[in-house]
């Protein structure tokens, strides 16, 4: 299996900071997956292949990498962006998610 | 828009089994694959499994081979997961997605509880 190592585990980030979430593979990859999950509710899509955002993702959002190595980069964090965010990588069965970064306002 | 709405809560005993469901809306459910991940209690996401609404297949993480049973009725547009012998371990919330290379569309989740 595909073990995808996120880091840091919890950061807290000040409105107007810029924010970099980090997810290394086990194995290359095709390309990531991103997930924001927010208290309660259910994942929803953010980042797909890699650097495409979902629809309704604020432009602040950005994604990379490619290999073992993948970003999701906030360029200016606001209070809203408050959640878990997930990788997935895509194309390996089993499928598998990071263990996710909890993002909080400092 | 496309809509996927899950079953409800469920309270099951130990070594019983529960079937949810999750009905599908909005688009061809004959078209895409459908996920369900698992989520226990304050921990991240794992994927339990998928199946092809068209033909039936199934493709299955093997740690839930033989606990997860998919299937599909297309006259509904609904996909359904059965788990057995459940124990606590199986106390999580479980979503069915929509699978597009990517998990784009999210069922709002069923709670099971196992629990005498």
């Known amino acids: 299996d595909i073990v995808l190592t996120q880091s840091p585990t919890t950061m807290a980030a000040s409105p107007g900071e810029k924010v970099t979430l980090t997810c290394r593979a086990s194995s290359s990859v095709s390309y990531m997956n991103w997930y924001q999950q927010k208290p309660g509710a259910s994942p929803k899509l953010w980042i797909y292949?890699?650097?495409k955002l979902a629809s309704g993702v604020p432009n602040r959002f950005s994604g990379s990498g490619s290999g073992t190595s993948y970003s999701l980069i906030i360029s200016s964090m606001e209070t809203e962006d408050i959640a878990t965010y997930y990788c997935q990588q895509c194309c390996s069965t089993p499928l598998t998610f990071g263990s996710g970064t909890k993002l909080e306002i400092k | 828009q496309v809509k996927l709405l899950q079953s409800g809560a469920a309270l099951v005993k130990p070594g019983a089994s529960v079937k949810m469901s999750c009905k599908a809306s909005?688009?061809?459910?004959?078209?895409?694959?459908v996920s369900w991940v698992k989520q226990s209690h304050g921990k991240s996401l794992e994927w339990i499994g998928e199946?092809?609404?068209?033909?039936?297949?199934?493709n299955f993480n093997e740690k839930f081979k033989g606990k997860a049973t998919l299937t599909v009725d297309k006259s509904t547009s609904t996909a359904y997961m059965e788990l057995s012998r459940l124990t606590s371990e199986d106390s999580a919330i479980y979503y069915c997605t929509r699978n597009n290379y990517y998990f784009d569309y999210w069922g709002q989740g069923v709670m099971v509880t196992v629990s005498s």
């Open positions: 199946i092809y609404p068209n033909s039936g297949a199934t």
């Open positions: 909005g688009y061809t459910f004959t078209d895409y694959w």
């Open positions: 292949g890699t650097s």
